[in-house]
């Protein structure tokens, strides 16, 4: 797992402090709590979903590639995404919790995210991949730090980069290098993409309501109103750092 603070990371970079209420129990105390444990289901339904999604996108893009080389990457970042999913999907199964009934609520959401932002080349591709997982893995860090111990250590792991990161940014600068024309279009494109993101991230939370019950104070010492926009907030700003990073206007 990644220790350093970089553009995929900054949005959860905050002060560490001790934990404390739910944050500072395992999952056998923490479980207890009938709501808290339905959160957690719904929690990790929704990241699972998102994994195995994940996967399915980048084995689609593979098939972009320009190159056998960047074939052949994009295929190991895919594997990666499914060892994950194989993970999350095993959690559920060892709480009691039926993964597939788990992953359902949130499989709509995601599956309209991905047809409404179906990139048409390689490159939004890559900018797709990293924009918008980007933006759900810093959402589910902020919220790792009210989980309890033992699904905070899995959330955190499921989120450890595959290197698609550095491998988008290293072929978009490329592209803009060769190509400026290229960034405007790029960096339409990602805004789209954060927009598109946030709303249905919005949606999601709010249809669940274990999981919006959590996040908003009811259970595991989730945030206040004024936590959800300071989340927000750093979330957007992570997003513009990865927008320099990728050499496109935020």
């Known amino acids: 797992m990644r220790s350093m603070e970089t553009p995929d990371n900054a949005a959860a970079s905050t002060a560490a402090e001790e934990p404390t209420g739910i944050a500072a129990q395992d999952w056998a105390g923490a479980s207890a709590e009938p709501q808290y444990r339905a959160a957690v289901v719904d929690l990790l339904g929704a990241l699972a979903y998102g994994e195995l999604a994940a996967f399915e996108r980048l084995a689609e893009d593979a098939k972009l590639a320009p190159t056998l080389a ?14 994950h999913f194989e993970r999350l999907r095993d959690r559920l199964a060892a ?13 709509k959401a995601l599956d309209d995210f991905h047809r409404q932002t179906a990139p048409s080349d390689w490159l939004e591709g890559l900018v797709k991949a990293y924009v918008g997982d980007s933006i759900a893995s810093d959402f589910y860090r902020e919220v790792a730090v009210r989980l309890d111990s033992d699904t905070r250590a899995l959330v955190l792991a499921v989120l450890d980069d595959t290197g698609h990161g550095n ?6 600068r490329a592209a803009i290098e060769a190509d400026p024309r290229v960034g405007g279009r790029l960096a339409l ?22 999981l919006s019950t959590m996040l908003v104070g009811g259970v595991a010492d989730g945030f206040d109103l004024a936590a959800v926009g300071e989340m927000f907030s750093r979330i957007t700003k992570a997003h513009t750092k990865r927008m320099a990073a990728l050499g496109l206007a935020a």
Do not use: N, Y
């Not at 491998?167 to 978009?172: D, M, S, T």
């Open 167 to 172: 491998f988008a940014v290293e072929k978009v």
């Open 70 to 83: 960047d074939k052949a990457e994009l295929a190991k970042m895919a594997s990666a995404e499914f060892h």
């Open 95 to 107: 709480i009691d919790a039926e993964p597939t009934a788990a992953m359902e609520p949130f499989a």
């Open 189 to 210: 494109w990602a805004r789209r993409l954060m927009g598109e993101a946030l709303s249905q991230a919005q949606r999601v939370v709010a249809e669940r309501d274990a």
